[in-house]
């Protein structure tokens, strides 16, 4: 009875063990897609801006919300033409819990994107930044120093 109640005790602490393997292999999986999917952004934003000539719709008219509704340049464009940007960070693209802060200008953007530790984000912009950065994100067009 004695040596049934030791091989229980050991499986248990091997589950426990590999259970928290697998959250955390699951807090990367999600992290490296977010980066992922922001670093395919940048790359489509840079085509979208030899097409268009600036990241806004319309010359002089910042953008601050990565969902206009059909107005908003860069982050609602799904063109190939111009590298599909929006698709990189539409609804189904990044994992549900995180939440997406854009702003663009006629020559900058930023976008930034909480990480599974909703106390980080991830940040890439036209200036070349790629970077995690500590907090709660807002609109922009650069990512913090």
């Not at 091989?7 to 990367?28: D, F, M």
């Not at 994992?95 to 599974?116: I, N, W």
Request: neutral net charge.
């Amino acid at each position: 009875m004695i040596e049934l109640l030791i091989v229980i005790t050991i499986v248990g602490i091997l589950s426990a063990i590999i259970l928290n393997s697998i959250s955390s292999s699951r807090a990367k999986a999600y992290d490296s897609k977010i980066k992922q999917q922001l670093g395919s952004f940048r790359t489509a934003a840079e085509m979208y801006f030899t097409n268009q000539g600036r990241y806004s719709e319309t010359i002089g008219v910042p953008v601050s919300n990565c969902d206009a509704g059909g107005a908003a340049g860069i982050f609602d464009d799904f063109d190939a033409v111009n590298g599909r940007p929006g698709l990189y960070i539409a609804s189904g693209s990044l994992p549900s819990f995180s939440q997406v802060f854009c702003g663009a200008t006629d020559s900058a953007y930023a976008v930034k994107a909480t990480l599974y530790h909703t106390n980080e984000y991830w940040c890439v912009d036209s200036k070349g930044a790629s970077k995690m950065i500590p907090g709660m994100p807002a609109s922009g067009t650069v990512c913090p120093p």
